[in-house]
């Protein structure tokens, strides 16, 4: 486990879970950089030994991260709804973030041998979407973070109702009322963006 | 958009999704335009699919034109029936295994049907990994246990590489769990199997990794086989993380109820990222008796992460509760595989075999009952798991100083035997002796017991165990603290733990010269602890002091609070998390004493210890006063009907009434009844509480007084310097409270007394000493977000910038805290007076009258109000609450 490279130990961690139950945002914008870390370098290893549409899932990270964060040092389980929180913005940043470097490399790649026909033909790709979503999701949130929350936890980490509801701090009827309004409208506004 | 469009578009569209299609047409009917257009074509939105409906992680995989189930079918082999694999034939698919696709096929040669597993393709990519599977498969190949399914041989073809098993027919033991409830001598006869499988394999250096019910097939003829030995995780790598990430490991359940149904029987080391090792097994094994034994599984959570949380931090249930039936070896045995460090489960999986089978015999020797299904039918007294996420607060100054409510009883003695002058006798808390957190409630169980017991003598007077929890995890030597005491003798002990037994020894020493006049050691069961603590008394009465007692006084000293062992160690440990007093703490002491009283319904004590433990969440402000305190008498009452003189029941009473019936006469009527009783019966912590309503009724002096002759009764006790200096300070002698907070910061530094000092300098306009304490208070506090701030702060002006920012981000801390619990509407009114915000802080009272917040009985005295006490309003609240 490399986190002693990582910016901050265990115990600062485990400190810094129990600060965002305590104080809110200051903490989050602490602890968001640590998860980030540690969710890419999983992320990362998992995709050296296979593919990783292979063998990741992204529940499955961020339970990994927060085993690997657990296994440092007894963070506070009573703030596991916290860290479920962080983890799925940390989440959303890493996915949206690949995607970017995707479509980047992509870019590159194809910029000599792509014909003009082609690009005017050329659908929307998944790793346009995703950062179409990402974009969509930011205006989301200006009108009800709550929501954004919610993706976040759904769509970026495949979380379920429950979790979803464990990590927001609402109850599941809630999330679910939630889900279905964010996923109108994002779907709605993706159809309206596209030409 | 606007975000109040925003707001209507989001309350129509809700209200749209869950109504009828007449009523919607209806409410879109109703609705401006400009929203019934947004709203329907959101609405619309919900008939089609889009990206949404896959995962993120789905979308960006694929990118490649490559579907999650498509690597995975490229990734393994496909066999088609008829199909041939060296000399065996394929018949049919009989699933999706741990490891890949399972096959029914013929041996042509031995004529007999086998089952082929083919693992995927990336497996054989990796030679190392090979090669220790192959290791591991000739071993087990070698083992031909009749409880492990058998491994016939390794084929390889196009690089792909299919495992040749033992093909067994019938139910996974998953099935027969889901069936419904397993009798006991059923369960056993299927445990002892699993359990000598798991002896063979560990003998040969094999480990199976991944135990769990459908892992294990029943037989039709009664046996059972364990299937996939050390195998299943070694594909995927020994990397934890990546079993939970694998959703193929899950056994036939689907997307996220893949990683709880894998996680449900690992062991806390795996889930913790490390190595499997042979306890492991001894961990899953564990978990699959008990589910076998209960109907339920010890660490079932709702959602996986929480299920790792459990096994890696929660006891399980305990057996007992969920199932009488199972007798008391069997639990232990249980008990003991699900020890939290491998090496406190079994040192050699034989020795556990062994004992499994003892007790198996035990049974079938016992005369024969009818087979009864060993899970009760009435499963609605089983309390599993703990209460659902809780924010963790520290308990506030209020509550510090009032958990005293909830405090235990003395731990000083004074014993006069009738031969010869006054002896007086301390008891120190007993230590548990390897620092083992699990114990240590046990050993303040122990002290406490003693104490009420012995107490019951009436020529016996009282000091505070508080006083003598000074000494609690220091070294004691007994000669010194019994002249710190003043007293002739000093009872001790330590207790300690192995799984399923305790041992616990007891000695008295004389202080004058330090002879040990008496000692023992007592090796018991877990179980035992009410029997244990009747025999050291009775030994150190009898033998120890020499005390001649009356017939009635040995009566008394020899009456249980219960006389069921179980419920009396969930009272004990109930006891131990009320003294911590987080809301947590509290709340599992709540559910931890329903399970004392719904197994001994006449336990006092446990009632007592309910009133006790509603009134701090109310005090503390985790619950709602209105809800709490009328919960409190409820369980006070059934105390009173039990034990009429239980003191500390009294006392709890009395700040019922002062704190919730605003009734002054009737608590000052059960201060004074709680304290007419037998000394010693009361311990000093509760009689703070009566010291504060001296404080809000009759004025700092009048509290004074009381608080000064707990201080004389119990002079060690640090607390009550810190409630002494407070007092002082609200009666403006100023430098003797800083003396007394200046002394208590030296004995032991708190962020209270800190604080406290803090307040006195601001007052004697010592603002930068003020601001040194304060700094100070915060550290410790862990609170370091303000520590930038107290840089560049200086005099008055810099304090008050402090205290305004403290204060707002108190009060946001408030509104975040309000979004998921309750929050008393006092604090918001306190936050904002202290911030000078009249108007808003007014704004708060009429919801805290109407909630009855605890805080209003000190609204004459807490100075957080004096910047709005010149209000009409203000002295209109004081005269509601009716203070005199």
């Known amino acids: ?195 | 958009m606007t975000l109040e469009r925003w707001r209507e578009v989001e309350a129509l569209f809700n209200a749209a999704c869950s109504s009828s299609s007449a009523r919607v047409e209806e409410l879109l009917a109703h609705a401006k335009p400009e929203v019934r257009e947004e709203v329907e074509a959101l609405l619309a939105q919900q008939q089609s699919d889009g990206p949404l409906d896959r995962s993120a992680l789905d979308l960006l995989t694929s990118d490649d034109g490559e579907t999650v189930d498509d690597s995975l079918a490229q990734s393994a082999m496909r066999l088609e029936p008829g199909q041939t694999l060296g000399p065996y034939v394929v018949v049919s698919t009989l699933g999706r295994g741990g490891m890949g696709e399972v096959y029914r096929a013929r041996d042509t040669k031995l004529d007999r049907d086998v089952a082929i597993k083919v693992l995927p393709a990336v497996f054989g990519s990796d030679p190392d990994r090979v090669v220790r599977f192959q290791r591991e498969a000739k071993t087990l190949a070698a083992l031909n246990h009749p409880n492990i399914a058998a491994i016939y041989g390794l084929e390889e073809r196009d690089g792909a590489t299919a495992l040749v098993l033992e093909l067994v027919e019938g139910p996974t033991l998953a099935d027969r769990i889901a069936q419904g409830a397993v009798p006991l001598d059923e369960a056993l006869r299927i445990a002892t199997q699993i359990a000598d499988a798991l002896e063979a394999a560990h003998e040969r250096g094999i480990i199976h990794r991944d135990l769990k019910p459908a892992n294990v097939k029943l037989r039709h003829d009664g046996t059972v086989k364990v299937l996939d030995f050390g195998l299943a995780k070694r594909w995927s790598g020994a990397n934890a993380g990546e079993m939970h990430a694998n959703p193929l490991s899950g056994g036939g359940l689907t997307g996220d109820g893949a990683i709880l149904g894998t996680v449900g029987y690992m062991s806390p080391e795996q889930a913790a990222g490390r190595a499997a090792v042979f306890a492991s097994d001894q961990f899953s094994f564990g978990v699959i008796l008990f589910e076998l034994l209960t109907g339920q599984r010890p660490f079932a959570r709702d959602t996986s992460v929480e299920t790792l949380s459990a096994i890696i931090r929660d006891d399980p249930p305990p057996i007992a509760t969920l199932n009488p039936a199972v007798p008391d070896s069997l639990q232990r045995l249980v008990e003991r595989c699900l020890a939290k460090q491998p090496g406190h489960r079994y040192p050699d999986t034989r020795q556990m075999a062994i004992e499994l089978r003892r007790v198996r015999e035990d049974l079938e020797t016992l005369p024969r009952r009818e087979a009864r299904p060993v899970v009760p039918t009435d499963r609605s007294s089983a309390v599993v798991g703990q209460p659902g996420a809780m924010a963790r607060r520290r308990p506030s100054r209020l509550a510090a100083a009032l958990v005293i409510l909830i405090a235990a009883a003395g731990t000083t003695w004074w014993l006069r035997p009738t031969n010869g002058g006054v002896r007086t006798l301390a008891v120190l808390p007993f230590a548990s002796a390897d620092a083992d957190q699990d114990v240590e409630y046990l050993a303040d169980g122990i002290t406490e017991s003693l104490i009420q017991r012995i107490s019951r003598l009436p020529s016996l007077s009282v000091m505070a165990r508080s006083t003598v929890l000074n000494f609690k995890g220091k070294p004691i030597d007994p000669r010194e603290v019994g002249r710190q005491l003043g007293a002739d003798a000093i009872l001790t002990g330590t207790i300690s733990s192995r799984p399923g037994q305790l041992r616990i020894t007891a000695e008295l020493v004389e202080v004058a010269s330090g002879v040990r006049l008496w000692g023992d050691v007592y090796n018991r069961p877990a179980g035992a602890v009410v029997s244990v603590q009747e025999e050291i008394v009775n030994a150190i009465i009898r033998e120890g002091v020499h005390l001649a007692m009356s017939d009635d006084e040995r009566l008394a000293i020899g009456r249980h609070p219960t006389d069921d062992a179980v419920a009396y160690d969930r009272y004990l440990q109930a006891r131990h998390l009320a003294f911590r007093g987080t809301e947590a703490d509290v709340r599992k002491a709540l559910e931890l004493l329903g399970q004392a009283t719904a197994r001994d319904p006449q336990f006092a004590q446990a009632y007592k210890l309910l009133g006790a433990s509603y009134v701090s969440l109310a005090l503390d402000g985790f619950e709602r006063p209105t809800d709490a305190f009328p919960e409190a008498n409820r369980n006070l009452t059934k105390a009173f009907d039990i034990e009429p003189q239980l003191a500390e029941a009294h006392a709890t009473r009395a700040a019922v009434y002062f704190f919730f019936d605003w009734n002054w006469a009737a608590a000052e009527k059960e201060w004074a009844f709680a304290e007419s009783l037998p000394s010693g019966a009361l311990p000093t912590q509760e009689r703070v509480s009566h010291s504060m309503g001296r404080w809000v009724i009759g004025g700092p002096a009048e509290a004074l007084r009381v608080v000064r002759r707990l201080r004389a009764l119990d002079p060690l006790t640090v607390s009550y310097a810190m409630v002494e200096a407070d007092y002082l300070l609200k009666a403006g002698q100023l430098d003797d409270a800083a003396a007394l907070y200046q002394k208590t910061i030296e004995d032991e530094p708190t962020a209270d007394a800190l604080d406290g000092l803090a307040e006195v300098r601001r007052k004697q306009g010592r603002f930068d000493e003020a601001l040194e304490a304060r700094r100070r208070a915060y550290e410790l506090a862990g609170d370091d977000w303000l520590l930038a701030a107290f840089k560049t702060a200086r005099g008055e002006e810099g304090y008050r910038s402090i205290d305004r920012m403290a204060f707002e981000q108190e009060l946001e801390n408030l509104h975040t805290r309000a979004e998921t619990a309750y929050v008393s509407p006092l604090d918001f009114a306190r936050a904002h007076a202290r911030l000078g915000n009249r108007e808003e802080a007014f704004s708060y009272f009429e919801r805290a009258f109407a909630d009855r917040a605890p805080g209003l009985v000190f609204l004459k005295v807490d100075t957080a109000w004096d910047l709005i006490r010149d209000d009409p309003r203000f002295a209109a609240a004081v005269r509601r609450v009716g203070l005199p």
């Open chain 1, 1 to 195: 486990m490399d986190v002693q490279r990582s910016s901050a130990n265990g115990h600062e961690i485990s400190d810094l879970v129990e600060d965002v139950g305590r104080r809110g945002r200051g903490a989050v914008d602490r602890l968001f950089p640590i998860l980030y870390q540690e969710l890419k370098r999983i992320a990362r290893r998992h995709r050296r030994r296979e593919r990783w549409d292979h063998t990741l899932n992204t529940t499955g990270l961020v339970h990994e991260a927060y085993v690997k964060l657990l296994g440092l040092d007894r963070i506070n389980w009573q703030n596991r709804a916290h860290f479920l929180a962080v983890a799925a913005q940390a989440m959303r940043r890493v996915l949206v973030d690949y995607a970017v470097a995707k479509q980047a490399q992509k870019r590159d790649g194809h910029r000599q041998r792509v014909s003009l026909d082609e690009a005017m033909l050329q659908v929307e790709r998944p790793v346009d979407e995703l950062i179409a979503i990402d974009a969509q999701l930011t205006r989301l949130e200006e009108l009800n973070p709550r929501l954004a929350r919610v993706v976040e936890c759904r769509f970026f980490s495949g979380m379920s109702i429950e979790e979803t509801a464990l990590a927001v701090s609402s109850s599941p009827a809630t999330v679910k009322r939630d889900w279905r309004l964010a996923r109108s409208w994002l779907h709605r506004e993706l159809a309206g963006a596209r030409p």
